[in-house]
């Protein structure tokens, strides 16, 4: 997917626009390193299985104060 120049340029022009109208842009489902390559070179952020399985609310705050540095 990332090595497609039509899907990095599609994909990079979106990016822009929602910056340019300060919105923050999540990638959603992504579930494999193909699929994070374009997220990590653009710099913007990503959920989906390849980060963590679904979780209940009661669950988030224990999991970002193990994983804060």
Same mark, same amino acid.
């Given at each position: 997917?990332?090595?497609?120049?039509?899907? !990095?340029? /599609?994909?990079?022009?979106?990016? &822009?626009?929602?910056?340019? /109208?300060? !919105?923050?842009?999540?990638?959603?489902?992504?579930?494999?390193?193909?699929? &994070?390559? %374009?997220?990590? /070179? /653009?710099?913007?952020?990503?959920?989906?299985?390849? %980060?963590?399985?679904?979780?209940?609310?009661?669950?988030?705050?224990? %999991?970002?104060?193990?994983?804060?540095?």
């Amino acid at each position: 997917m990332a090595d497609d120049p039509d899907t !990095l340029m /599609l994909v990079s022009t979106i990016v &822009a626009l929602t910056r340019s /109208l300060r !919105l923050n842009v999540v990638a959603e489902g992504v579930e494999t390193e193909d699929q &994070a390559k %374009i997220p990590r /070179l /653009l710099r913007f952020r990503m959920q989906g299985y390849m %980060i963590s399985k679904p979780v209940p609310e009661s669950e988030v705050q224990e %999991i970002l104060r193990r994983t804060s540095p």
